[in-house]
């Protein structure tokens, strides 16, 4: 059944691009060769009749995706974070993307949290309202505990929502399938690893035990940080279609007008959004990827809140002393070492001239820092920045993406709190603080004492590897398979067994 759904499923959604007029949009975003026009211009146009109307005061494929339905809204949403596959302009619209739906019933949200918890709702909660916030994926109620008369959020996935999201995951895998078989030369946008990660993304939010998990470590990797709250998880009132958290009591960070009344300094919240998303990116390689001013709340007290953790994003130790390095180059203008970081990485080829690459990257700069600082884009200079790359053969790296991403939604946050803010400035203590921690003689030494500590769990195994080393040596002609590998290798991991050896001793000296 699978497959003729899959088609049918296909055979619509042409159609609705082709009657909302996106066919044409999408296909020129993805600068799709002919043979794959021709393919979806024969799925859409004969049907045309089949597909969704929309809402008409919408854009082309905002439109089309609204009336498609709730998988397809994620995708765009999750598209949106990706301008290089679809590139700026498409991704700017699919970045105001809605997934506001109908609300389903209270009764079936209350049927729901009974079942997924065990319990009867009137022994937990006093109070349960109707759904104050009604998405593709879940909702969100505002109740009373019986216990301690506390205030929560509870969200509560759609039912049946998983089936729904299957089954256009199938055709949207399908349809990939199909764009590698026509379409070849489209295939350096790699459709296939784009679904992969959608279905990676909705496979997550479709869990809300992952994104309780999110949150809890979010929360144990930012209880220092002054000025942040974030509500608490109760995890024995969550499940995997059901999370409490502690209700965010506070101003919506978007009402200027409710901040300037209750007191709060804009500029200085401006700041703090800024430099709390690069000390969490850069300190902890784990951030709240969807910091828009929807999910930000400002406590009586001046704290920022943030709630809503289904997108998340994390680098490596490694990748974010590249990212510090790149920022940190740009701040003090220096071309050439931004260059030499890009190759040292790996992330330019290595047969590329470094000198001409270090041109480009001031090429990307000076227009920029010649303006007004406070109109310096830290996100557009990474946009740029990815641009050079590419043309100079960088791969994609996601997890660059999704961080530029997020960058442009904070500073597009910091901006609305007051226009004048300069971000470089606000910038610029938080990554010098990683630079001095994370490269230099102390991270070095750091990273030494990690890699000796990791090394010496080998030790009860190094008079045996060095034994077997001795004896391939000691009989280099191959018997068979096994001896091969031996003869081949055992010399090398004799002299692996005197690195680690060493580390050990190094590990006792630090």
Do not use: C
């Not at 045309?48 to 109307?53: A, F, P, R």
């Not at 339905?69 to 590139?87: C, M, N, W």
């Not at 220092?224 to 409490?244: C, H, I, Y």
């Amino acid at each position: 059944m699978r497959g003729p759904h899959n088609i049918i499923r296909l055979i619509r959604t042409g159609a609705t691009l082709e009657r909302t007029g996106a066919m044409n949009v999408v296909l020129d975003a993805f600068e799709a060769p002919k043979p794959l026009r021709i393919v979806a211009h024969v799925l859409g146009w004969p049907f045309k009749w089949l597909g969704y109307k929309g809402e008409p005061d919408m854009p082309p494929a905002t439109r089309a995706l609204t009336a498609l339905g709730p998988a397809y809204i994620k995708f765009g949403q999750v598209l949106s974070t990706r301008p290089d596959v679809v590139g700026d302009e498409l991704a700017e619209q699919l970045r105001v993307l809605q997934d506001k739906l109908p609300p389903f019933s209270r009764a079936e949200a209350m049927a729901e949290v009974e079942k997924e918890l065990g319990v009867k709702i009137d022994d937990v909660f006093s109070e349960f309202s109707e759904p104050i916030a009604a998405a593709s994926i879940a909702q969100v109620h505002r109740a009373r505990l019986v216990e301690t008369g506390e205030d929560v959020a509870v969200k509560v996935l759609r039912p049946g929502i998983e089936r729904a999201f299957q089954k256009d995951v199938d055709a949207f895998y399908f349809a990939a399938r199909i764009v590698d078989l026509f379409a070849p030369g489209a295939r350096r946008l790699r459709p296939m690893d784009v679904i992969e990660h959608f279905d990676g993304v909705v496979q997550g939010e479709l869990d809300l035990r992952l994104e309780s998990a999110s949150a809890s470590e979010f929360e144990a990797n930012t209880a220092q940080d002054e000025g942040f709250q974030l509500p608490p998880v109760l995890w024995n009132l969550s499940a995997r279609r059901v999370m409490t958290l502690g209700w965010a009591d506070g101003l919506p960070l978007g009402d200027n007008a409710a901040l300037d009344a209750a007191g709060h300094d804009r500029r200085a919240l401006g700041e703090r959004v800024l430099t709390l998303f690069l000390r969490h990116a850069l300190r902890d390689g784990f951030f709240h990827a969807d910091m828009h001013q929807g999910n930000l709340k400002v406590a009586a007290n001046g704290d920022i809140i943030a709630y809503d953790f289904g997108i998340m994003g994390h680098i490596d130790e490694y990748t974010r002393r590249v990212y510090a390095e790149i920022l940190f180059g740009f701040i003090k203008r220096d071309y050439k070492r931004v260059a030499e970081v890009h190759f040292e990485a790996g992330y330019v080829p290595a047969t590329q001239d470094v000198d001409e690459f270090a041109r480009a990257l001031r090429a990307v700069g000076e227009p920029i820092f010649g303006m007004d600082a406070t109109h310096i884009s830290m996100g557009r200079l990474l946009n740029y920045l990815f641009e050079v790359t590419e043309r100079f053969g960088m791969e994609t790296r996601t997890e660059l993406i999704l961080l530029q991403r997020t960058m442009v939604v904070v500073e597009g946050v910091a901006r609305s709190l007051d226009p004048r803010i300069n971000i470089w400035e606000a910038a610029r203590p938080v990554v010098e603080d990683y630079i001095k921690r994370s490269i230099g003689p102390r991270a070095v030494a750091s990273d030494l004492l990690d890699t000796a500590r990791v090394m010496a769990r080998f030790g009860p195994r190094l008079p045996a590897l060095v034994e077997s080393a001795l004896i391939a040596q000691s009989n280099p002609q191959p018997q068979n398979t096994d001896g091969f590998l031996r003869s081949r290798w055992m010399p090398a991991l004799a002299g692996g067994a005197v690195g680690v050896l060493a580390t050990v001793i190094l590990s006792q000296v630090f």
